[in-house]
């Protein structure tokens, strides 16, 4: 019975290994590493406008955005979940992205909801599409920036 799963084991192991090689591109400042992680039509519904961003230079200039800002950024991931289809698989976590900024200041950054698509591309799996999203405050529209996983 074990064979039957360990297909979507080894997929599993894949993709998460995929979510951590962007804490580690970022970290090294490695946009040539990103790259290799998001399809080349990625849609990306990221944090800062405009609404989307599409196309895998739009998703890697958002990242040289963040390279431009930070001296040094690390990107911490909890909670990944992950489920695994024959070529397409989604996973959601909590990411934080922090460190020292240009001017010195370290930055313990907040908290963001992500979610990942993935579909298998020519046998590894790439991000197609991810969503990072900040919870909101109904009444006054504005971003809830304190809440911790």
Known sequence: MSA???PRDADEI??????ARIAE????????????????????????????HVGVEAKLKNWANVFAVFRDADY???GLSVAVGDDV???HCFGRLHGTLMNGTATMGIWVRVT??????DGAWQIVHDQASVPFDVLSGRGVADLEP
Do not use: M, N
């Open 89 to 91: 698989a989604f996973g």
């Open 76 to 78: 911490e991931v909890r």
């Open 25 to 52: 591109g970022i970290r090294a400042k490695d946009l040539e590493g990103l790259r290799a992680i998001y399809a080349t039509d990625v849609v990306s519904f990221d944090v800062e406008p405009p609404l989307q």
């Open 4 to 6: 039957v799963y360990a």
């Open 116 to 121: 990942f698509c993935f579909r298998k591309l």
């Open 14 to 19: 894949q993709i998460k290994q995929q979510v």
